[in-house]
């Protein structure tokens, strides 16, 4: 029955470098979003789990991510023919809509942008028009488009202002344009100068309006309402920039002066990671660029350089524009690579709380930092921490899967072996190498790997951690090897040879071989008796182990064979070649049972231990599950997860995980279950071991480091116990002052109180004797007004009375009246009465109703008036009760410092001594050392003045040289003049042939001085050889040299070392037996320093001979002055004579040219008068013959002086040359001997008569 596997992706390593723009985005406070692969991952950082936005693996492609303000939406932009924008519901993990510009003619979008109100999306086009597309993306409707450039370089990113919906920014290469949405249009506005930067990155301030820019030539430029402020400076940021990069910033120059086409092309690329297969990315960064910005509420962090992240604050009060925003603290990217450049950081990303800093590099690495933290670290431990791990940068080229362990390893074209554990989700070990790794293999145990290298084969032990190198094989460029099922043997492929060796004994077992072309593949039998390999030549073998011999064959010499592998049964076997086919094989039969297309180029094949589950990769990033057994209808089913193409996969031991690897840098774990979803079963017995492997060096060292941490901790107890005994001492004695203290406050507290309450008796007399006179006074004051107001009284009566009268008559006037007008009124009273009254209702329901709410806000302001005396007393009480604390803690911190204040005095007092003691022996050495600086410097002057005189004389030899130079010039005129009569001797040949005869002659003698010349040129070369040799004796002399200068470093850390032990000591003075063992140990460590105060008192024997060598040295050199000065005297006398024969030869030879002419007009006359230009018959030509030869006579004779002539000249010129070389090398041998006084090698005895030999020649 057929059965199948299906593959559910668990985890994923690696960032994708091939997306655009902003690749990490923070969707909750520890959860991230990043591009992975073909798919989008949403890690958290502090369980370390993942999820996958579902669907995104579908397309062809992630080229830019992009969340919303909110953080509920998230849009994925994916390449195609037609580009397409996904939006997804994050937290429900759905996909919402689908935006596709049908009018476009990019194949992909490169950046997006959510408005600040989520109701927009925009989108940025990939070149040549770099187009900008804006969306109504709940409608999926496109809004409207603008240019963004007028193509003069890349525009790179895009982003929406926090401030105001409608206003957009795009920046790029000679390209920074703000947008505003108005109308149904985008109209550009602001600053118009974009063309005269390179500008990479931006963000807008989260207050107001204000942008910040970085460009390509490290500069922060801050922007405001659209128009440039003002620079934000960089300082004290130490750029480190090494390597490969140092080499593109010393080349910068040079690429400035291409044209712009081309540096915009090269500039493009800048964000793309992709790279060929096998080999490692490079960007075009230069290591002083701004390359990412961020901001948050209280300011903004930019990447600058290699690996600095500089964090600045907002400055509220501020002198100049300058000081607007203040450079607070630098965070590093940890350097755990070989390459500068792999540490530039790419992207920036802070989380809604604005406590993690997160930091994309452009190797694809993904770092953390904690901004809460930062202001409690030094500025050594600012340095950012991997968000989950460190991932591969660059294609991932092999994988294999231990069988012990849950272990498995892999080798990327970034040249590190990583070790990942696939049952917690982790790496164990990454470690980077030298050279390329072609191809590796997990020894079953897990705790040795071996990898194929550029030059040779390695082992590797995989220690606790770290990753160390074993043994190795010279096999040159091995594209496959692999360990045997058991572990006791590797075979590998060595072109078309397989070598196999035993992994105990390193011996090569036995080399088999057959194939015509390259091995592609090797995989072993279930009981590693037979060895299966696949070739270029589409040929399988099986060979046996035992008799390196083979046992059976299928060959189709028209497949390119990629892999094979082998059935449980070790029957069937399953192979898949460059054709596109996968074939069911039984090599014992040699025939094919099945063979199926793929439709799609595979790359690797994998069988799991049982057979149940047949997995392969290929191109378009594809993994294939197939139904097993292959049926004749292939069916399959196919997952996308990779965005490049798939170089390996492979299923671990117990069938619970299948891994992939890709091009794009990508390790996806994929989960094996059923038809059914049911998880593969595994062995209830089987238990993955958990030992590892750490040397005895390692061992040793941890063991040392344990005992010395014991004694110290021995040490720390006792010290803390005499600073206890000390404290409570202390705090004893600083209660007692205190008691004594409050005493003598509440004693004078008391007498206060005294004296204020005397004060106060004094008060009340005062005040009651005041309150009695008072009340006199405003008794007779009240009587007076009582009189006055009674007369008064009375005449008001009166009046009244009068009055009275008068309103009664009144009265009775208006009664009449009043009755009229009463009835009148009544009727109108009635109806206002009415009126008032029901809105006097109204009003008495509205007053109540205020009364309520006021009573029942009454109540609240009481129960939070009650709260907030509850809250101030449990604050008060907290302050209280912490005060305390820190008090308590002073007093004790206090008693520990004036404990140590003790130990230390004494331990200066012990000290103090010995100090006087080495101050002694130091002055003693200075004032030596003073002395011998003395003579050295009088030698160094005497040295520098014999320098002198050899430049004088180089120069002397330089300028001869000069006139010898000239002296060849003119020589080589008087050879082209002789080529010139040698030629016309050539025409005349026919008709004199003893001049022939003469002119071989000539030649003869001339190859025999170009012999002589050639012997003197290896005469020289043998000399300049021993030039060399001296120079080289002179080199061991200063190794030896540096060799003493250690040796004298010891021994100062030796001695350090006894006065270390000799305090410990001192700590021991009143237990003798721990003292007795001590000094006993401390003279077994140490009793060969007897032997070093041997060695002082011969160092000092030996500085004693070297200043009676000095002094005799000084003699002889007065000596060499002397002998010196008059051979530069003489050698002036001898180069003045040498110029004078010289400037005689000249003039002869130009005298010699003139008669040269004047023989050659003779000849040209005599020619025509001869009539030789003009022979018609024979006879003639007899006469004119014999009329030439009785001419010629006498030119012979000419000739033969001539060439006598040039030959005494050039006997002349060859003494004077080796009259130059030989002052030449006396000066060069002096020079020598010189070196040798300063390196003080030099034998004072036979200094002068070494120099005088020199000087008269027959020195050797």
């Given amino acids: 029955m057929a059965t199948y596997a299906n593959l559910h992706p668990k985890y994923i390593y690696g960032l994708n470098g091939e997306t655009k723009g902003q690749k990490t985005w923070f969707v909750e406070n520890n959860v991230i979003m990043y591009p992975a692969g073909n798919t989008v991952v949403m890690l958290n950082l502090d369980f370390k789990t993942q999820q996958f936005l579902h669907g995104v693996e579908k397309g062809q492609g992630v080229t830019a991510v992009a969340v919303s303000s909110n953080k509920l939406y998230a849009a994925v932009a994916q390449r195609g023919d037609l580009p397409s924008i996904t939006i997804f519901d994050v937290k429900q993990n759905k996909r919402r809509k689908t935006l596709v510009n049908l009018e476009g003619t990019s194949n992909e979008y490169i950046s997006l942008a959510f408005t600040q109100d989520v109701v927009h999306l925009a989108s940025l086009t990939a070149g040549p028009d770099y187009s900008l597309v804006l969306w109504?993306?709940?409608?999926?409707?496109?809004?409207?488009?603008?240019?963004?450039?007028?193509?003069?370089?890349?525009?790179?990113?895009?982003?929406?202002?926090?401030?105001?919906?409608?206003?957009?920014?795009?920046?790029?290469?000679?390209?920074?344009?703000?947008?505003?949405?108005?109308?149904?249009?985008?109209?550009?506005?602001?600053?118009?100068?974009?063309?005269?930067?390179?500008?990479?990155?931006?963000?807008?301030?989260?207050?107001?309006?204000?942008?910040?820019?970085?460009?390509?030539?490290?500069?922060?430029?801050?922007?405001?309402?659209?128009?440039?402020?003002?620079?934000?400076?960089?300082?004290?940021?130490?750029?480190?920039?090494?390597?490969?990069?140092?080499?593109?910033?010393?080349?910068?120059?040079?690429?400035?002066?291409?044209?712009?086409?081309?540096?915009?092309?090269?500039?493009?690329?800048?964000?793309?990671?992709?790279?060929?297969?096998?080999?490692?990315?490079?960007?075009?960064y230069r290591g002083f660029e701004v390359t990412a910005v961020v901001a948050f509420s209280k300011g903004f962090a930019a990447a600058y350089g290699v690996g600095n992240c500089i964090i600045y604050e907002e400055q509220l009060v501020f002198e100049s524009v300058e000081d607007h925003y203040k450079q607070l603290y630098i965070i590093k990217i940890p350097s755990d690579t070989s390459e500068s450049e792999d540490r530039i950081i790419t992207n920036l990303s802070i989380n809604p709380a604005e406590e993690i800093l997160i930091a994309c590099t452009f190797n694809c690495q993904i770092f953390t930092f904690s901004l809460a933290s930062a202001e409690l670290k030094d500025a050594d431990e600012l340095v950012f921490e991997y968000a989950n791990c460190s991932f591969h940068f660059g294609p991932v080229v092999a994988l294999d899967v231990a069988v012990r362990k849950s272990l498995l390893v892999t080798a990327g074209s970034d040249r590190f072996i990583r070790v990942w554990n696939y049952s917690t989700m982790t790496q164990e070990i990454a470690k980077e190498f030298a050279e390329e790794i072609y191809c590796i293999s997990f020894h079953p145990s897990g705790l040795f790997v071996l990898a194929g290298c550029v030059d040779k084969i390695r082992i590797f032990t995989i220690l606790m951690d770290d990753i160390r190198e074993l043994k190795d094989f010279a096999v040159r460029s091995c594209k496959e090897c692999v360990y045997s099922n058991g572990g006791q043997l590797f075979a590998c492929g060595n072109g078309n040879i397989i070598q196999v060796y035993s992994t105990t004994t390193f011996e090569n077992i036995c080399n088999m071989k057959g194939h015509g072309n390259k091995i592609r593949k090797l995989c072993w039998s279930q009981n590693d008796a037979y060895l299966y390999s696949a070739g270029a030549d589409g040929a399988i073998y099986e060979w046996e182990i035992q008799s390196a011999k083979r046992t059976a064959d299928v060959v189709d010499r028209g497949s390119n064979l990629i892999s094979v592998v082998v059935a449980p049964d070790g029957k069937t076997h399953y192979a898949i070649n460059g054709n596109r086919q996968i074939k069911e094989i039984q090599i014992s039969e040699g025939m094919v049972l099945k063979e199926l297309d793929m439709g799609m180029v595979p790359v690797g094949l994998t069988l799991s231990r049982t057979g149940k589950v047949l997995?392969?990769?290929?191109?378009?990033?594809?993994?294939?599950?197939?139904?097993?057994?292959?049926?004749?209808?292939?069916?399959?089913?196919?997952?996308?997860?990779?965005?490049?193409?798939?170089?390996?996969?492979?299923?671990?031991?117990?069938?619970?995980?299948?891994?992939?690897?890709?091009?794009?840098?990508?390790?996806?774990?994929?989960?094996?279950?059923?038809?059914?979803?049911?998880?593969?079963?595994?062995?209830?017995?089987?238990?993955?071991s958990t030992e590892v492997l750490i040397t005895k060096s390692d061992l040793e060292e941890r063991e040392v480091a344990m005992n010395d941490l014991r004694q110290k901790l021995g040490e720390l107890r006792l010290e803390m116990d005499y600073q206890l005994k000390r404290k409570d001492m202390t705090y004893q004695e600083e209660l007692t002052e205190i008691n004594a203290k409050f005493q003598d406050e509440v004693t004078s507290l008391n007498e206060r109180i005294d004296e204020l309450a005397s004060i106060k008796e004094r008060g009340d007399l005062h005040h009651h004797n005041f309150l009695k006179e008072v009340g006199k006074k405003q008794e007779s004051t009240l009587e007076n007004l009582e009189a006055h107001f009674n007369s008064k009284l009375i005449s008001e009566f009166e009046k009244y009375n009068r009055l009275q009268i008068l309103l009664e008559d009144t009265i009775k006037e208006y009664e009449r009246r009043v009755s009229e007008i009463e009835s009148d009124r009544t009727s109108a009273i009635d109806e206002l009465v009415e009126y008032y009254e029901g809105k006097l209702k109204d009003k008495n329901s509205a007053l109540e109703c205020a009364y309520q709410e006021a009573k029942s806000s009454r109540a609240e302001n009481e129960e939070m008036q009650k709260q907030i005396e509850d809250d101030a007393d449990r604050e008060l009480l907290e302050l209280t009760t912490s005060y305390e604390r820190r008090l308590k803690h002073e007093k004790d911190v206090n008693g520990k410092l004036k404990g140590e204040a003790g130990i230390m005095r004494k331990k200066f007092s012990t000290m103090q001594k010995e100090i006087e003691d080495h101050k002694n022996e130091v002055q003693r050495l200075m004032t030596e050392g003073s002395k011998m600086k003395v003579v050295i410097q009088m030698t160094e002057k005497e040295i520098s003045s014999l320098r002198k005189d050899l430049v004088d004389r180089d120069a002397n030899v330089q300028d001869k040289e000069k006139v010898i130079f000239d002296m060849k010039k003119a020589n080589n005129e008087l050879e082209k003049f002789k080529f010139v009569l040698d030629y016309k001797i050539k025409e005349l040949k026919k008709m004199i042939e003893p001049k022939e005869r003469e002119i071989m002659y000539l030649k003869q003698q001339n190859q025999d001085m170009e012999n002589e010349l050639e012997a003197t040129n290896a005469v020289r070369n043998g000399l300049q050889l021993q030039v060399n040799e001296l120079t080289n004796k002179l080199k061991m002399t200063d190794d030896e040299y540096q060799k003493e200068r250690r040796q004298r470093w010891r021994l100062s850390v030796l001695v350090h070392r006894i006065r270390s032990q000799m305090s410990r000591a001192m700590s021991l003075l009143e237990d003798h037996k721990a003292l007795k063992q001590c000094i006993k140990a401390t003279y077994i460590k140490y009793g060969h320093t007897l032997e070093v105060a041997k060695a002082s008192t011969q160092e000092q024997e030996a500085i004693c001979e070297l200043v009676r060598q000095k002094n005799h040295l000084e003699v002889s050199l007065h000596s060499i002055k002397r002998k010196m000065a008059k051979d530069v005297r003489f050698s002036r006398v001898e180069q003045m004579k040498i110029m004078h024969e010289n400037m005689l030869l000249v003039y002869e030879i130009n005298g010699l040219r003139r008669e040269l002419k004047i023989t050659r007009d003779k000849l040209a006359s005599y020619e025509n008068i001869l009539g030789v230009t003009n022979i018609s018959k024979p006879a003639e030509a007899a006469e004119l013959r014999l009329k030439l030869q009785e001419a010629v006579a006498n030119r012979e004779e000419v000739d033969l002086d001539h060439n006598e002539q040039i030959e005494e000249k050039e006997d002349i010129i060859e003494a004077q040359q080796a009259e130059i070389d030989a002052i030449a090398t006396k000066v060069l041998r002096i020079n020598e001997y010189v070196g040798e006084l300063q390196a003080d090698q030099a034998v004072p005895g036979t200094t002068g008569d070494y120099l005088r030999s020199i000087l008269t020649g027959s020195g050797n």
């Fill in 136 to 284: 109504k993306w709940d409608k999926s409707r496109m809004v409207c488009t603008a240019k963004t450039t007028g193509g003069s370089g890349p525009v790179y990113e895009i982003s929406t202002s926090q401030a105001e919906n409608n206003v957009l920014c795009a920046v790029g290469k000679a390209s920074f344009r703000f947008f505003r949405y108005n109308e149904g249009h985008l109209k550009p506005f602001g600053f118009q100068k974009g063309d005269a930067y390179h500008f990479l990155c931006h963000a807008w301030m989260c207050k107001g309006d204000r942008l910040i820019a970085g460009t390509a030539d490290g500069r922060i430029m801050a922007f405001e309402r659209g128009e440039y402020r003002h620079d934000i400076p960089i300082r004290n940021v130490k750029n480190e920039i090494t390597g490969v990069l140092a080499d593109k910033s010393k080349r910068f120059s040079v690429s400035a002066t291409k044209s712009p086409d081309t540096d915009a092309q090269e500039i493009a690329q800048r964000y793309k990671a992709g790279a060929s297969h096998g080999h490692r990315q490079s960007s075009n």
């Fill in 615 to 688: 997995v392969s990769c290929g191109e378009g990033g594809i993994v294939r599950s197939f139904k097993q057994p292959l049926t004749y209808a292939g069916e399959w089913f196919d997952y996308h997860m990779h965005d490049g193409r798939v170089n390996a996969v492979s299923i671990t031991f117990d069938e619970v995980y299948c891994i992939s690897i890709s091009d794009d840098g990508t390790i996806v774990f994929w989960k094996l279950t059923d038809a059914e979803g049911r998880v593969m079963k595994a062995d209830k017995d089987f238990t993955y």
